[in-house]
């Protein structure tokens, strides 16, 4: 097995397990020999609920449900899960890390994430983008419109939107 990179970081809040969740850990495993997989703890969930104004699954159920992921596809003992307060968890720290692997949606924290390393003197990380994963209508599969009733898991559509 030769992975690009010894560590990489990805992290979310993984609620409502989806497609686009799957893709992107599985680039993620694509590309690291160990992943370091920051899991959104219940109060960080809860300033992002605010801001996406729906209902987030427990840190429990969304831990489980990423577990059982990593599990039936091999990755367990590859897999490091840490807990995030913030949107940073250990990517300021100095040696523990070599690339970030985010969404397009979340590639600005990638790039807030490399400022501060810079701040700090440490050198920037390899931000690997994986793009949105789109539903059947081509818009992106997200939480949010899962929560909507819009579309299931995998992006089938599950109710047509009135302009």
Known sequence: MNKKFKAVAVG???DEFHKGHR???MKAFEVGEKVLV????????EKLRRQKNHFIECYEKRLAE????LRQNGFL???????LDDPYGITLSHGC?????????????????NKQR??????PLKIIIVEMVPAENCFPISTTRIRRGEIDREGHLLKMLVN
């Open 118 to 123: 810079e701040k700090k003197g440490l050198k």
């Open 38 to 45: 920051g899991l959104s703890s219940d109060k960080f969930a």
């Open 97 to 113: 890390l070599n690339a970030l692997v985010v969404s397009r949606e979340t590639e600005y924290m990638a790039q807030e994430i």
């Open 23 to 25: 893709i992107l850990l």
């Open 66 to 69: 990423l577990k059982e992921f």
């Open 12 to 14: 979310g809040t993984f």
């Open 77 to 83: 003992e590859r897999a490091e899960i840490i807990t």
